[in-house]
């Protein structure tokens, strides 16, 4: 059974961060400026939740918040839902349903050390059902 571990295998693992006390145009401007959808919010230092572009429609957007006088701190969720490396890829996606959320931290050791992305999961599941494709094909054919 594939592991989170093995999904993250060739993948970008560096963690972006915003503080707590940061605007959230801020937060909005470096996920962009990134291409991704989540940030983790830190306070003095340390992780203390996740911010999301949906956290930012529903908290701000339509509580009609100004994105320039609302503190990250406002509209994050924390505490933090989090897998282990050895979580396999299937249960990391059932939690995601479960939960209905897009991105979660890797915790190993009491660290974080990855985010995995729904979009990540969607893209490993789509290439190992290509190889599972083409063994079985190239196993057909050699017949």
Request: aromatic share 4%; net charge negative.
């Amino acid at each position: 059974m594939d592991q989170v571990s093995d999904l993250l295998k060739g993948k970008d693992v560096r963690l972006l961060t915003v503080p707590a006390d940061a605007s959230v145009y801020d937060a909005v401007k470096q996920m962009v400026d990134a291409n991704v959808g989540s940030l983790l919010v830190t306070v003095d230092g340390r992780i203390q939740g996740i911010v999301t572009e949906r956290d930012y429609l529903r908290r701000v957007t339509l509580e009609g918040r100004t994105d320039e006088d609302t503190n990250v701190s406002e509209i994050m969720t924390a505490p933090l839902i989090v897998v282990r490396p050895e979580t396999s890829v299937e249960e990391c996606m059932a939690v995601m349903t479960d939960r209905r959320i897009r991105h979660m931290p890797v915790v190993d050791d009491g660290e974080i050390v990855a985010m995995v992305s729904i979009g990540d999961i969607v893209k490993y599941q789509s290439k190992q059902q290509s190889f599972q494709i083409q063994y079985l094909t190239d196993y057909i054919t050699a017949r």
